[in-house]
């Protein structure tokens, strides 16, 4: 009726119960005094007035109370005393408290922070407006395609042949000329690792070169300054421009505004900025990490040189042959994806055909559009396998904790059914204690809730910490996502929620004489005990589950660990360097290799020298087509092998034995015989039972070379430790004639990492004052970085099989004991009947090892049909590892029965003089 | 709040009797009950315990509001005093009460001539 006068008057009640209560005695007071002289008046004597006074208006407190539950308070304080009795009852059993507060703050928060780190390395979406209509341009091909010459990704098909996203950028010119289906194609490609030089002081940075219509076409605008505009994109050298990422800004210039107009030295290139970033643009390759400056692709050949193969420019925006730039274009509204693929199909096949020589009516290949929306999303591939088994396992926790809430509030609720019949006795109505159950469990979820909050909200950065290496940056920050939190904690609270109120509901429906007289409840006790025997099975089943993904991971880390690596990775310290092409362009680099190895090896403390092209155990390797002599080239290819172009002590230093023949020495140098070192996989595959020193073999498909093998070394590892060694040979570096684009050094040393790094440092600025010194790292740490799912697996499993296996302890002891508690009266009877107390151990034990073993087979079952899943993830044991099985099934039966135990105990100590007493 | 059915017909008389009582000048508690017996001739006997609340129920509802004054003997008192709210309630509670005072006094009085 009158909202306000009720708001006003309920606010009044409830928050000022003092300044009401006042105001009601004194109302009260003035009408006994005016009642009492008037009655006084009428000649009652004063005591008599009094009286009676009194006596019609009742007591004072009465009301205060009636007055105050007028104006609406009476649910507030109800809720209040509920409230305070909850807590009473949470302090009086703080274990349970902590074990259900806990379990739930576990499920919640460890949920929150994968799903957080899932959703942004799997789910997030370009930081541009409407990214739902971007399309990546993709191509297919079958195998011995007439794309030959590839710089990006690309997805090996099943039956041969490859998908890839990169194109060539006569061809992309071509498509974006005769394009119709997409509003504009504009295109991009990531550069890792350009130098730029800052107040004298080289650094490394990443990149993005993007074409003219890249920032309209994206619809974004640089917070200061201006994008990249078409007149940018010129002939080549028009644009020697850059805009810089917001990081790049707050990290260089202090988010300085005088930025723009300052010139940087790209690549030892001028270059102006003319705009900065809007903080969260990333570019269009990634939603998760943004490149540091973007530059036109007008400035590729002068900023970004690269000779590629045979080509005898540096200039990549002629060349016809190598497929390497990302097209993208937001399709035109009402343009269904496949119309707008066929229709590029055919300019795709004319612009292949216009642009190179197709040889021995090779295929073309055929056009795809891919979901632009995240772009080329390099972070989903690899981690799509490995966040979806960790979801998975969160998932397997949750489900864990509310099962174990759920058996603690049954417990609970069950040992308070008396309290209730008490209650309902008393003249409780049935509403009122629900309410008061509906209150404890709503306390219990919530503080559950916060705690997971805290925990997520603490944790959130873990997962993208333990993804990124010792010496990078890390992976990626994570937002934390609140509706991820919002999802488990609803899960959890119905749970608490359910299972709170599902006894009581029960619980206030019994006849409160007959459960008064604790008469056995059947029908009730049978509920409760298969209500709570299912969970507990549940229960179990998910630690066995969780306890067999543990020991399979770990196992998977441990047999990693101890994998034979063919060499010592001990006292290694490794660093990078990247001379920029534009003052190192092909082979100008070697002379500075050469000179860099020799400062090097002259420094105190450094033992030898070796240089790789490719660092071991990186995750990266190199391939050459290989023909040994008297073989002959096929027209569908020859395989390739493994190469790696190394330093003269690369043997010594990686302590590779050197099996037969020679390494490399002085005699071998630029202009000499071309010779490699090949390892016994190599010599066993291409060489069978013969000795393959002296013999000679064509390495490379466009440009062969022919290469006399001098010695054979022991396999070592190359790329992954999971890969056992693969056929590979070793070349020394300077007599590669296309330069080494980029070295990483082996220094064996005892010294670490930080003492030698300023000596290093001065070697390098000696040699060239631009030159950075990139990513100091022992080998140890190398290994250890490519171990980092393994271990964040090893990790995360560990420690969810632990709480997997503390929950299944308290569930079967919570059952147990409560079991026993129910039946201390038939215990009784037995032992007065003339059981031995060992006797009725065995019985009790015996039903905690029916419900255990049934868990565990039901668990085993969901192990064996989930392991297809996380097999791939394994290493050197099958999902199905007969010995981790059987060692979890053990380690669960011996903690289930351990924990049974102690019920088991206190039956077979049950006296059968107090336990009939006890009726 | 004050039940339209009438099925509580002892509050909802009260609560009545206390509006209309209001309705003709600011009274305070003490001076309701007086006014209810005055006005009834001391024929309806009125619970003093369940006045208060009553008076709070009404001033929770904005039909009368109380606010401290003086009273005839010098004295601080909270009078009661009818709000536009609380009129027009009155109004809608008295066209009912007679409404049904009729209905229900025309069946008792019905005669076995009248059928």
Same mark, same amino acid.
């Given at each position: 009726m009158n909202l306000f006068s009720r708001i006003t008057t309920w606010w009044r009640a409830v928050a000022k119960p003092d300044e009401l209560d006042r105001q009601v005695r004194e109302e009260l007071e003035f009408h006994l005094e005016s009642h009492a002289e008037d009655l006084m008046r009428s000649g009652v004597s004063r005591e008599e007035a009094w009286r009676k006074a009194r006596a019609q208006l009742g007591s004072v407190a009465a009301g205060q109370e009636n007055c105050r539950a007028a104006w609406g308070s009476q649910f507030v304080d109800e809720l209040w005393t509920d409230l305070r009795y909850s807590l009473r009852m949470m302090a009086r059993s703080p274990g349970f408290a902590a074990i259900a507060v806990g379990s739930l703050a576990l499920g919640i928060g460890v949920n929150t922070v994968l799903f957080t780190a899932a959703q942004h390395t799997l789910l997030d979406r370009l930081a541009v407006p409407h990214p739902q209509q971007l399309r990546l341009l993709a191509w297919t091909e079958p195998k011995g395609g007439a794309v030959e010459s590839l710089w990006g990704w690309f997805d090996d098909l099943p039956g041969g042949g490859e998908t890839s996203t990169s194109f060539s950028y006569p061809v992309y010119q071509q498509l974006r000329k005769q394009n119709s289906a997409m509003e504009s194609l504009f295109a991009f490609k990531t550069l890792d690792r350009q130098t730029v030089t800052l107040n004298g002081r080289a650094e490394a940075v990443t990149a993005e070169m993007v074409s003219g219509n890249y920032y309209s076409s994206l619809e974004v605008w640089p917070q200061l300054g201006r994008g990249i505009q078409e007149s940018d994109d010129g002939p080549p050298g028009s644009g020697p421009v850059v805009v810089i990422s917001d990081r790049f800004w707050t990290r260089e210039f202090a988010r300085s505004p005088h930025v723009i107009g300052k010139i940087i030295l790209f690549n030892l290139t001028p270059m102006t900025i003319i705009g900065v970033n809007p903080r969260g643009f990333t570019g269009? /390759?990634? *939603?998760?990490e943004t490149p540091d400056v973007f530059f036109p692709f007008s400035m590729q050949p002068i900023a970004a040189p690269l000779k590629i193969g045979e080509s005898t420019s540096s200039s990549l925006l002629t060349n016809t042959n190598l497929w390497w730039v990302l097209v993208m274009g937001r399709i035109k509204p009402g343009v269904p994806d496949r119309t707008a693929a066929a229709s590029f199909n055919v300019l795709l096949d004319a612009a292949v055909r216009a642009t190179m020589v197709v040889k021995n009516h090779r295929p073309t290949p055929r056009m795809l559009t891919m979901d632009g929306s995240r772009g080329q999303n390099p972070a989903a591939e690899g981690l799509a396998k490995p966040i979806s088994v960790l979801l998975g396992l969160g998932g397997l926790v949750l489900l864990l904790a509310c099962a174990n809430l759920a058996n603690l509030l049954l417990a609970r609720a069950s040992a308070r059914q008396r309290e209730m019949s008490v209650r309902l006795a008393l003249g409780a109505g049935r509403w009122r204690i629900l309410r008061q159950m509906m209150t404890e469990s709503l306390l219990l979820s919530l503080l559950g809730g916060a705690s997971g909050l805290g925990l997520a909200y603490g944790v959130r950065n873990a997962i993208p910490r333990i993804m990124s290496n010792a010496w990078g940056p890390p992976a990626f920050s994570a937002r934390f996502d609140w509706r991820i939190f919002g999802f488990a904690a609803v899960i959890s609270i119905v749970t608490g929620l359910i299972f709170g109120l599902a006894p009581a509901w029960q619980a206030t429906r019994v006849q409160v004489s007959s459960s008064l007289k604790e008469a056995e409840q059947t029908a009730s006790r049978r509920q409760r005990g298969l209500a709570g025997k299912t969970i507990v099975i549940v229960e179990l089943a998910l630690s066995m589950l969780l306890v067999v993904g543990a020991g399979l991971f770990v196992q998977t880390l441990l047999q990693l660990g101890h994998s034979r690596l063919g060499f010592h990775p001990d006292h290694l310290l490794l660093f990078e360097l990247q001379p920029p092409q534009t003052h190192y !362009? =092909? !082979? *100008?680099?070697i002379p500075l290799y050469r000179q860099l190895d020799q400062r090097l090896a002259a420094v105190p403390g450094i033992r030898s020298v070796a240089l790789t092209s490719v660092p071991l155990v990186s995750g990266n390797a190199m391939g050459h087509t290989f023909i040994p002599e008297g073989q002959q080239r096929k027209p569908e290819g020859n395989p390739s092998v493994l190469f790696n172009d190394v330093g003269e002590r690369f043997f010594s230093t990686y302590g590779i034995p050197m099996v037969a023949g020679r390494g490399f020495n002085a005699a071998d140098t630029e202009t000499s015989r071309k010779v490699a070192v090949v390892n016994e996989s190599l010599a066993r595959k291409y /060489?069978? =039972?013969?000795? !393959?020193?002296g013999r000679t073999f064509e390495a490379g498909w466009n440009h062969p070379i022919r290469i006399e093998i001098v010695g054979v070394c022991g396999d070592a590892k190359y790329d992954h430790l999971r890969k056992d060694p693969e056929p590979t040979y070793y070349a020394p570096y300077w007599q590669n004639s296309n330069g080494i684009e980029q070295a990483t050094f082996a220094l064996a040393t005892s010294l670490d990492a930080k003492t030698l790094a300023p000596t290093l440092r001065q070697v390098v600025q000696s040699v060239d004052r631009n030159l950075p010194l990139l990513d100091m790292r022992t080998q140890d740490e190398q290994i250890a970085a490519s171990m980092q799912p393994e271990r964040i697996f090893a990790g995360l499993t560990a420690a969810f099989g632990v709480l997997a296996l503390i929950l299944a302890c308290i569930g079967i002891y919570s059952i147990m004991a409560w079991m026993v508690s129910r039946r201390t009266n038939e215990i009784g009877i037995r032992m007065a009947l003339g059981a031995r107390s060992q006797q009725v151990q065995g019985m009790v034990l015996r039903e905690a090892a029916w419900m255990t073993l049934s868990g565990v087979a039901v668990g085993v079952a969901g192990a064996l049909a989930l392991g297809r899943v996380v097999a791939s993830l394994l290493y050197g044991l099958k999902s199905w590892d007969p010995m981790t099985f059987a060692a979890s099934a053990l380690l669960l039966i011996l903690v289930a029965l351990g924990a049974s135990w102690i019920p088991a105990r206190r039956a077979a100590g049950v006296d059968p003089i107090r336990a009939l007493r006890h009726e | 709040m004050a039940k339209d059915t009438g099925v509580d017909l002892l509050q909802g008389t009260l609560d009545m009797l206390v509006l209309k009582a209001v309705s003709l000048g600011p009274l305070h508690g003490y001076g309701v009950l007086l006014r209810i017996q005055q006005i009834s001739q001391n024929r309806l006997e009125i619970q003093q315990g369940s006045l208060y609340p009553a008076l709070y129920r009404l001033e929770h509802e904005g039909w009368i509001a109380g606010e401290w004054g003086q009273s005839e003997n010098n004295r601080r008192a909270r009078y009661y005093r009818l709000t536009a709210a609380g009129r027009r309630r009155l109004e809608v509670e008295t066209k009912k009460w007679n409404q049904f005072a009729d209905v229900i006094g025309a069946i008792l009085n019905t005669v076995p001539e009248q059928l």
């Open positions: 269009a /390759f990634s *939603a998760q !362009p =092909g !082979p *100008a680099n /060489f069978p =039972g013969l000795n !393959p020193i | -």
